[in-house]
């Protein structure tokens, strides 16, 4: 361990979620001290919130493999690593027998929301003699803990993203929190009330999205007067649908296969190149602006627009975070939406994580910034080999292994792209004319009557031939069939990232 502070001082982790405890499993394999510092009252808080939910990994995914050797010792009934889990199953079957081991409970404190960190006796100005510093991670009582390092993995379910097209929150968003659910309302359980017979919007292109329209499509085959409508800032939707067929996760590829369904049956409104601009009150209900004026009326609004960390509780130590995600640089460049599109990553460990401060590693959700990719196999992985590094056992620390199931998007973009060419040859058209074409068909369709008005609208827009128009989107589906949504869309740009979360 870097820097000359006792070792017995414990390595303090941040956040008691599936990453925290697995960090945990692994300190303590290593032979280390370390403390596990929760806000809550209760492990995996943030879970608890999707607890509804059924994740789309198995449970071989979803275990890591030091807390798998701590459980089995102690005579664990470990469940189907083949079976999907819900929220609720991954802490009562997993998460809370794990917290309950001894050598992990009574390294637990709860009720403790770390709110600052700094070096002992020196600021963030300081260098001299910096690394020989234990750390101080000040709680909101006011207690001061020493730590030899500092593992967060505190995650980022407490700072969603706002509803904003830009970034920032949209105008009237504060004021209208309690017409606002943010990701994974429980529309099935707790929250149906809210939802049922009524008419929800729900903003993003991620899974979570995903998970909530195919919820509030099961609510309203039993409830009638439950409309839904789906507005997503980009042009295209292709991205949400996912690898489907080619996803080496079964259950990932049906969601967007599902979404799909939806969109084609008509049982949800898809609203595209809706950037929300402001929102405001219309009697008991909610009227969502875009940027270009276009309004959707509805009951309640489903925010799944992203998740973004919050380093504010480490301020005063010295980190240096990729200007675009927020995260550590060298992880940007492995994991950034706007140049990767498979939702896979690189094998990446403590090197990958490390801060210009020594022994400061986030980690987990946390580690990604606004990368929405992130799986707990990840996590896991990430948390060993910093265990490993912080032991001194270096080797062990850089052998870093990563097996993430593929999403077949990659493969799916490949197919689309090379239909746009195919197509665009065929009509002796420049090779970008159909993508073109899809994407502003998708943004003229809120306001068309239908499909093919819409590509008509479109063809005037880009000044294509209305026939060869026409004619390119009956191409997207069987001969001699009108082109529908998701014909256009195939062709279209992808626009934002997935959650794999």
Aim: glycine letters at 10%.
């Amino acid at each position: 361990m870097a820097g000359g502070q006792p070792q017995d001082l414990p390595v303090v982790i941040i956040g008691a979620g599936p990453v925290g405890l697995a960090a945990a499993a692994h300190l303590h394999e290593q032979g280390m001290a370390f403390l596990v510092l929760e806000a809550g009252t209760e492990i995996a808080a943030s879970v608890r919130q999707w607890a509804h939910v059924v994740l789309f990994s198995p449970w071989r995914y979803n275990i890591d493999a030091a807390a798998r050797r701590l459980l089995d010792a102690a005579g664990w009934a470990a469940p189907d690593d083949e079976a999907l889990p819900t929220g609720a199953q991954l802490v009562e079957d997993y998460l809370q027998p794990l917290a309950k081991l001894p050598v992990i409970a009574a390294y637990l404190r709860f009720g403790a929301r770390v709110v600052a960190m700094s070096r002992v006796a020196v600021d963030r100005v300081r260098t001299d003699g910096r690394v020989d510093q234990p750390f101080i991670v000040r709680l909101a009582d006011g207690t001061d803990v020493t730590a030899s390092a500092v593992i967060d993995a505190s995650g980022t379910w407490r700072t969603p993203n706002p509803l904003g097209l830009n970034g920032l929150p949209a105008h009237g968003e504060a004021e209208l929190a309690d017409l606002i659910d943010h990701a994974l309302p429980d529309v099935l359980g707790a929250d149906r009330d809210a939802h049922a017979g009524r008419h929800t919007v729900v903003v993003g292109a991620g899974h979570s999205a995903a998970n909530t329209l195919l919820d509030l499509a099961r609510l309203a085959d039993v409830t009638p007067g439950t409309r839904i409508t789906w507005a997503v800032r980009g042009g295209s939707v292709q991205r949400a649908f996912g690898g489907e067929d080619a996803d080496e996760l079964p259950a990932r590829g049906a969601l967007g296969s599902g979404l799909r369904a939806l969109v084609d049956t008509g049982k949800v409104t898809l609203v595209a190149a809706f950037g929300v601009h402001t929102v405001r009150r219309n009697g008991g209900g909610i009227d969502v602006v875009a940027a270009d004026g276009r309004t959707i009326t509805a009951d309640r609004v489903a925010s799944a627009t992203g998740f973004r960390p919050d380093h504010g509780i480490a301020a005063e130590l010295r980190l240096d975070l990729d200007p675009i995600l927020g995260c550590t640089r060298t992880l940007a460049d492995l994991i950034d939406p706007n140049e990767h599109s498979c939702g896979t990553v690189e094998p990446h460990g403590y090197r990958e994580l490390s801060q210009p401060e020594p022994n400061y590693y986030a980690v987990g959700m946390k580690s990604y910034g606004r990368a929405p990719t992130f799986l707990m196999a990840t996590g896991y992985e990430q948390v060993r080999s910093i265990a490993a590094a912080l032991a001194g056992d270096f080797d062990a620390a850089d052998d870093v292994q990563l097996d993430l199931p593929e999403t077949g998007v990659c493969g799916s973009n490949l197919a689309a792209e090379a239909a746009s060419r195919d197509i665009a040859a065929r009509f002796r058209l420049e090779e970008d004319v159909p993508a073109k074409l899809a994407a502003a068909t998708m943004a003229l369709l809120p306001t068309s009557a239908s499909t093919s008005d819409a590509v008509r609208a479109a063809t005037a827009e880009i000044n294509l031939d209305p026939e060869i128009a026409l004619r390119i989107a009956t191409l997207t589906e069987q001969p001699g069939a009108l082109p529908s949504v998701t014909g256009l869309i195939s062709l279209a740009p992808a626009a934002g990232g997935a959650c794999c979360s």
